[in-house]
C-alpha cells in the first residue's frame, strides 16, 4: 500500500546516485541551454540540478507578459542588476492607488514601458507609462462586472492576473466574462460570457494564452459547479473547445488519445461511474488556478479543483477528475493523460496549483518533468510526457496523508482523521488551505530550487449534510483552523526538486498568501499578510531586505526591465482573499469557523495590517 | 406521559406563561394576523425625511421576535437554506459577519426579513418566493441571536454546529449600530 519513509528515502537515495552519476552528461545539456540572455546567466551553475525547457522558457526580455513570467511557470527573472550585494540599497521609485480595499492578488504585466494592473473586483484595468516621471496613468478600462458576483466568490472578489498577448490584454472578470482589450488604446476588443453567477459560477483565475488559444476555467467548487476549462479563440473570443471536470467522456474530451499511467484513472465514463447518480453534475473539479504549456508538445498542464460538496459522505466514489492533473493537446482539447492525486477528496485538497516545467537530469540525459508542489502537502515530480509519478515527497507538517505509492500512485489517507457524520476530525494537517494554495513558488533555473510560499496550518473538521440550492454555498462541513506546529503559520521552502529535501527553510509567523518571485540577482521575493515584502539571499534563505507595504501583501511580485534599462521590482499590497478576509470583509473571528474556519487561524490579524490597495515599485538608486 | 397529567403539565405552563405575560413559547398559527406594533427607538445613522422618526415595526414581529419555536425553526433553516456557507455561524465568510454589531441594512427584525427577502445588492441572494413569509421571520428572528439580541429565555442553548462556538444563551448582546431601532 503505502510507501513508507524508508522506502521513500531508499528511493531518494537510489535519484542521487543516478543523478550523480549522470551529471556529465546533464553538464552538456546545461550548457546547450539558451533559455536567458547569457550576460544574465552568466552566473548560472552548471551543476546537476533542474532547469525549465528552452522552448516554454525563452530567453528574458525584460518583459513581464504573463503571470507565470514564461510557460514553463517559473516566475524567473534573468535580470540580475539588484543582488544580495546590493540590495540592502533598494528604494521606492513610485507607487499608484488601484482604487480597490479588497485581496489583491494578481501581478502587474510590463510590456515595452506600459504596465498594466488589474485589479479585484470591479476587475478595472489600468495601464501607466513608464517612459515618464511617476509613471502616470495612459487609461483605464472598467467592465464593470455585476455587483452580486462578490455574493458568490468564495474566497474573496480577488483576480489573479490579465496576460499579454500580441497587442491583447486579456483577463477574467469576476461575473464570468473573459475581455480582450487593445494594450495600446485600452479599447474593448472582443468580450465572452462563460459564467453564470445565478449558479455561483464566478471566473478568478488568469488565462494562460497560446497557440492562438485563450484557456480559461471556472471557480465554484463551494457552489456546487461543475468545473470546466474552455479555450477561446484569441481573435475572436469565440469557443474553441470546452472540457468539463466531471461526467461522461465526451464532455471530459476524454478519446483515443487518452493514455492514464495509472490503471486507478483508466476506464469509460469514469466521470460518472465514481459518484453517485447525477451528483458529478455539482461536483467541482474547477479550474480556477494555473496553466502551463509546452510549445515543443503544444501541450497544456493544469490541474483540476475540490470534489463539491466538501461533506465527502455524500459522494462515495473516487470522484472524477476532481483533484488531479490533465494534460491536454491545445488545439482540441483533447485529454492526454490524468493524475488524480486525491481521489475522494476530504480535505478541500484542491489540485489547482502551478505546474512548473524542467527538465531534470536522468539517465544519458534529461527527463522532461513536471514539479507541482501539491496543496495536500506532497512536491510531486512527474513525467510530462505520461503522468507518471517519480516521486511524491511531504515538503511540511503532515499527518491526513501516509504516502503516495508509486506503484499504484494512490494516496494513501490516514483513516484516523477522517471526519465522519457525528464524530469531528479532529488536528488534520495540512487544513482546507492545504501546505501551500494558490500562491504560486517560483524556480531558479540558476539553483535548481523552487522557491515553495506556503502555510503550516491544521484544522478540526465538522460534516453535515449539504443542501444543494443552485447560486448558495454546497459546503456541507464546519472547519477551523490553528496554527501547525512549530510555532509558525508560514514558511518558504527552497525545495531540491532531485534531492527531494529543503535546501533552506525560512519560517513566518502569518500564513504566506503572497507568491515568490525569483530573480537572475540571485534574490528571492515575497510579501507576508502583515505588509512585509521581503527579499532573501537564493542560496542561503538569509533575509536581505524588507519594506513595510501599507497593507498586508497577497499580490504576485515581479521584475523588469524598465525604459530606462534599470531593473525594477514591483508588487500590489492590498491585504483579502481567504487568509486575508478576516481583515478586507471585516469577518469575526468570535465563530472559529468563519471563513470556513480560516478566520480562527488568523485572528490577530486584524490587529496587524489594514485593507488597501497600493502598487509598489523599487529601484536601486541611479 | 398520561394524558391527563398532559393536561395539567401545559395548565400549569399556560398559567406559568399568563403570570409572566411572557410570549417566549407562545405557537402561532399563520391565519390569524398579530395586531398592534412595538414602538420604535432612535436610530443612530438613517436619515427619516420629515420629523426624522423612523417607520413603526412591522406587527409581524411580535409574533416571531423573542419566541422559542421560531428561533429554533430558524436555526434549523439557517443551516438548510445554507445561510451557514456564506455567514458562518455569525462570523462571516462570502457574506458578511452577522454576529457584530454592523448593520448594513438595518438589524431591527422587519428589516432583517426585508433584506432575507428582497436579497441586497452586493450579493445577498432574494429569497421572496423561494422561502414562505413565515420562514423568513423566522429567518430574521434567529439572525438576531447571532449579535445576542433576543432575550436568553427564549433562545437554544445549543447551536448546530462543532463545539467552539459560544451558546446562544451566553452570546453577548451588541449594541447594534446603522438602522437597527428596535432598541431592547
Known amino acids: 500500500m503505502a510507501v513508507t519513509g524508508e522506502t521513500l528515502r531508499r528511493v531518494s537515495t537510489a535519484v542521487l546516485i543516478l543523478s550523480a552519476a549522470l551529471s556529465g552528461a546533464a553538464l552538456v545539456s546545461c550548457n546547450k541551454q539558451p533559455a536567458t540572455q547569457p550576460n544574465d546567466l552568466a552566473k548560472i551553475s552548471p551543476g546537476p540540478h533542474a532547469l525549465p525547457p528552452a522552448a516554454a522558457s525563452p530567453a528574458d526580455n525584460g518583459n513581464w507578459e504573463m503571470p507565470g513570467k514564461d510557460y514553463a511557470s517559473t516566475r524567473f527573472s534573468a535580470l540580475n542588476q539588484i543582488t544580495p550585494a546590493n540590495v540592502a540599497r533598494l528604494g521606492l521609485a513610485f507607487t499608484f492607488s488601484t482604487a480597490t480595499t479588497h485581496g489583491y492578488e494578481a501581478p502587474p504585466l510590463v510590456v515595452d514601458g506600459t504596465m498594466y494592473l488589474i485589479t479585484p473586483f470591479p476587475n478595472n484595468l489600468y495601464a501607466l507609462d513608464l517612459t515618464k516621471p511617476g509613471a502616470p496613468q495612459k487609461w483605464v478600462f472598467k467592465p464593470e462586472p455585476a455587483a452580486a458576483s462578490q455574493g458568490v466568490a468564495c474566497c474573496g472578489t480577488v483576480n489573479r492576473g490579465a496576460v499579454y498577448s500580441n497587442g491583447r490584454i486579456i483577463f477574467n472578470t469576476l461575473d464570468g466574462q473573459t475581455i480582450a482589450v487593445d494594450a495600446k488604446s485600452g479599447r474593448q476588443l472582443w468580450r465572452t460570457q462563460l459564467g453564470n453567477i445565478q449558479k455561483g459560477e464566478t471566473l478568478t483565475m488568469a488565462p494562460l494564452v497560446a497557440n492562438g488559444k485563450v484557456i480559461v476555467g471556472n471557480s465554484g467548487g463551494e457552489m456546487g459547479v461543475r468545473g470546466w476549462l474552455a479555450a477561446l479563440d484569441e481573435g475572436s473570443g469565440k469557443l474553441a473547445w470546452k472540457a468539463y471536470g466531471t461526467g461522461p467522456d465526451k464532455d471530459v474530451l476524454i478519446g483515443s488519445r487518452f493514455k492514464p499511467f495509472y490503471p486507478m484513472d483508466q476506464g469509460k465514463d469514469l466521470g460518472v461511474k465514481t459518484w453517485p447518480p447525477e451528483i458529478w453534475k455539482l461536483g467541482g473539479g474547477n479550474m480556477w488556478g494555473w496553466v502551463s504549456y509546452d510549445p515543443a508538445t503544444r501541450t497544456i498542464y493544469y490541474g483540476t479543483g475540490n470534489p463539491g460538496p466538501w461533506n465527502a459522505d455524500q459522494r462515495p466514489g473516487d470522484n472524477k477528475w476532481t483533484t488531479g492533473v490533465f494534460a491536454r493537446d491545445i488545439n482540441s482539447g483533447e485529454a492526454l493523460w490524468f493524475y488524480q492525486t486525491t481521489p475522494h477528496d476530504i480535505y478541500d485538497h484542491d489540485d489547482i496549483n502551478e505546474t512548473i516545467l524542467a527538465d531534470i537530469p536522468w539517465g544519458n540525459g534529461r527527463r522532461p518533468v513536471l514539479l507541482r508542489p501539491g496543496r495536500n502537502g506532497f512536491f510531486y515530480v512527474m513525467d510530462r510526457r505520461t503522468g507518471q509519478v517519480l516521486s511524491a515527497t511531504s515538503y511540511g507538517h503532515m499527518n491526513g496523508y501516509l504516502g503516495v505509492d508509486l506503484k499504484t500512485g494512490r494516496i494513501a489517507v490516514n483513516p484516523d482523521k477522517v471526519p465522519k457524520p457525528g464524530r469531528v476530525g479532529r488536528n488534520i494537517c495540512p487544513a482546507a488551505p492545504g501546505q501551500k494554495d494558490w500562491n504560486p513558488s517560483a524556480f531558479s533555473p540558476l539553483t535548481g530550487l523552487v522557491y515553495i510560499p506556503h502555510i503550516n496550518l491544521c484544522m478540526d473538521m465538522a460534516v453535515s449534510p449539504a443542501n444543494y440550492i443552485a447560486g448558495t454555498p454546497f459546503v456541507g462541513a464546519d472547519v477551523k483552523m490553528y496554527g501547525g506546529p512549530g510555532g509558525y503559520r508560514g514558511a518558504v521552502t527552497a525545495w531540491d526538486p532531485i534531492a527531494r529535501r529543503a535546501a533552506w527553510e525560512v519560517h513566518e509567523d502569518l500564513p504566506i498568501w503572497s507568491p515568490a518571485l525569483a530573480t537572475g540577482g540571485g534574490l528571492v521575493f515575497y510579501g507576508t499578510l502583515d505588509g512585509w515584502f521581503k527579499a532573501l539571499d537564493a542560496r542561503t534563505g538569509k533575509l536581505v531586505w524588507r519594506f513595510k507595504a501599507g497593507s498586508g501583501i497577497i499580490g504576485q511580485p515581479i521584475s523588469y526591465r524598465g525604459p530606462d534599462g534599470r531593473q525594477y521590482i514591483a508588487v500590489v499590497a492590498g491585504v483579502g482573499g481567504w487568509a486575508g478576509g478576516i481583515v478586507d470583509s471585516e469577518l469575526d473571528p468570535r465563530d472559529p469557523t468563519a471563513a470556513l474556519g480560516f478566520a480562527n487561524a488568523v485572528k490577530d490579524l486584524p490587529g496587524k495590517t489594514t485593507p488597501g490597495g497600493m502598487l509598489y515599485v523599487f529601484a536601486l538608486p541611479r | ?184
Open chain 2, 1 to 184: 406521559m398520561s394524558s391527563r397529567c398532559l393536561a395539567d403539565c401545559l395548565l400549569v405552563a399556560a398559567a406559568a406563561l399568563a403570570l409572566g405575560g411572557c410570549q417566549r413559547e407562545a405557537r402561532h398559527d399563520s391565519s390569524k394576523p398579530i395586531g398592534g406594533t412595538i414602538p420604535a427607538g432612535e436610530s443612530p445613522d438613517t436619515i427619516y425625511p420629515g420629523n426624522g422618526a423612523p417607520p413603526a415595526l412591522d406587527p409581524r414581529a411580535a409574533r416571531y421576535d423573542n419566541n422559542s419555536p421560531a428561533l429554533a425553526e430558524g436555526q434549523f433553516l439557517y443551516t438548510r437554506m445554507n445561510c451557514v456557507g456564506c455567514h458562518a455561524h455569525g462570523g462571516g465568510g462570502m457574506g458578511p459577519a452577522l454576529m457584530d454589531d454592523k448593520w448594513r441594512y438595518g438589524g431591527r427584525i422587519d428589516q432583517i426579513a426585508a433584506t432575507i427577502a428582497e436579497g441586497r445588492p452586493n450579493g445577498m441572494p432574494a429569497w421572496r418566493g423561494r422561502l414562505t413569509d413565515d420562514q423568513i421571520w423566522k429567518l430574521a428572528a434567529y439572525v438576531r441571536t447571532l449579535s445576542g439580541q433576543p432575550s436568553k429565555d427564549a433562545v437554544s442553548s445549543r447551536g448546530d454546529e462543532m463545539s467552539g462556538t459560544t451558546p446562544a444563551t451566553l452570546t453577548p448582546r451588541e449594541k447594534p449600530r446603522s438602522a437597527d431601532t428596535a432598541g431592547r
